[in-house]
C-alpha cells in the first residue's frame, strides 16, 4: 500500500485517475504487467521485470551455487561485484 503523509497530503488528489494508477502499481508490478509504465513502454519493461519472481525461479540455482561453493571452501574473503539497477 502507498502511503503519503506530511503537509503535502492536502494537495493530493485522491481521485485523479493518475492517483489510481500509482495506487495500484505495486499490484501490477508484482503481476509482472509491462503496461503498468503505458504502451509505449510496453516491450521496454516486459524485459525488464523479470526480477520480480526471483523469489521463485531462484530457488532452481541452488544446487549450482552449492556446486560452486566447493571449488571455494578454502576461501576466507570474497568480493562481490555487481553493476546493480537492471543490469
Known amino acids: ?7 503535502s497530503l492536502t494537495k493530493v488528489d485522491r481521485s485523479s485517475p493518475l492517483y489510481l494508477l500509482l495506487e495500484k502499481a505495486h499490484v501490477r508490478i508484482a503481476q509482472m504487467d509491462a503496461t503498468t509504465w503505458g504502451q509505449a513502454a510496453k516491450s521496454e519493461a516486459a524485459i525488464r521485470l523479470n526480477w520480480v519472481d526471483l523469489p521463485h525461479t531462484s530457488r532452481a540455482l541452488l ?8 571449488k571455494f571452501k578454502d576461501f576466507d574473503n570474497f568480493i562481490l561485484c555487481g553493476m546493480g539497477g537492471s543490469s
Open 1 to 7: 500500500m502507498i502511503r503519503v503523509s506530511g503537509p
Open 63 to 70: 544446487p549450482v551455487i552449492n556446486s560452486s561453493l566447493e
